[in-house]
C-alpha cells in the first residue's frame, strides 16, 4: 500500500476519534470535554470511517467530507452551547477539538491529492 498525506491524515486523526470514543464510556470529562454515549458512538463510527477509507481507498474524499462535517459541527456548537439544543453537551473544548480536527482533515483531503 502507497503511503500519501491523505491516508496517513485519516489514520491519524481516525485513530484519536476511535481512542477518544473508547474513552469517552470510561473516563468523564475526557481531557475537560464532558462527553455522553451518543457522543461516543458518533466519534467511534467517524473513527471507524476515517480509516476504513485510509486503509481501502477514498481517503481524500471522506477526509474532505468528514472535515466539512466537522467545521459545521464547530460552528454549530459555538451558537448551541448554552442553549436546550444542545443534546450533545457540546462545550469550548469540544469545539475546539472540532475546529482541530475539521482543519487537518480539510487540509490532507482538499490540499494533498495525491
Same mark, same amino acid.
Given at each position: 500500500?502507497?503511503?500519501?498525506?491523505?491516508?496517513?491524515?485519516?489514520?491519524?486523526?481516525?485513530?484519536?476519534?476511535?481512542?477518544?470514543?473508547?474513552?469517552?464510556?470510561?473516563?468523564?470529562?475526557?481531557?475537560?470535554? $464532558? !462527553? &455522553?454515549?451518543?457522543? %461516543?458512538? *458518533? /466519534?467511534? =463510527?467517524?473513527? @471507524?470511517? #476515517?480509516?476504513?477509507?485510509? +486503509?481501502?481507498?477514498?481517503?481524500?474524499?471522506?477526509?474532505?467530507?468528514?472535515?466539512?462535517?466537522?467545521?459545521?459541527?464547530?460552528?454549530?456548537?459555538?451558537?448551541?452551547?448554552?442553549?436546550?439544543?444542545?443534546?450533545? $453537551? !457540546? &462545550?469550548?473544548?469540544? %469545539?475546539? *477539538? /472540532?475546529? =482541530?480536527?475539521? @482543519?487537518? #482533515?480539510?487540509?490532507?483531503? +482538499?490540499?494533498?491529492?495525491?
Amino acid at each position: 500500500m502507497r503511503s500519501s498525506p491523505n491516508r496517513v491524515v485519516g489514520l491519524v486523526v481516525g485513530g484519536g476519534f476511535l481512542v477518544f470514543g473508547v474513552l469517552g464510556f470510561f473516563v468523564n470529562p475526557l481531557l475537560t470535554v $464532558g !462527553v &455522553n454515549p451518543l457522543q %461516543n458512538v *458518533l /466519534h467511534l =463510527a467517524v473513527g @471507524a470511517a #476515517l480509516i476504513l477509507c485510509a +486503509l481501502f481507498g477514498g481517503a481524500a474524499r471522506c477526509n474532505a467530507i468528514v472535515g466539512t462535517v466537522l467545521l459545521a459541527v464547530g460552528i454549530a456548537g459555538l451558537f448551541i452551547i448554552s442553549s436546550d439544543v444542545n443534546v450533545l $453537551g !457540546v &462545550n469550548g473544548a469540544a %469545539n475546539l *477539538l /472540532h475546529f =482541530a480536527s475539521a @482543519a487537518c #482533515l480539510l487540509a490532507a483531503g +482538499l490540499g494533498a491529492r495525491r
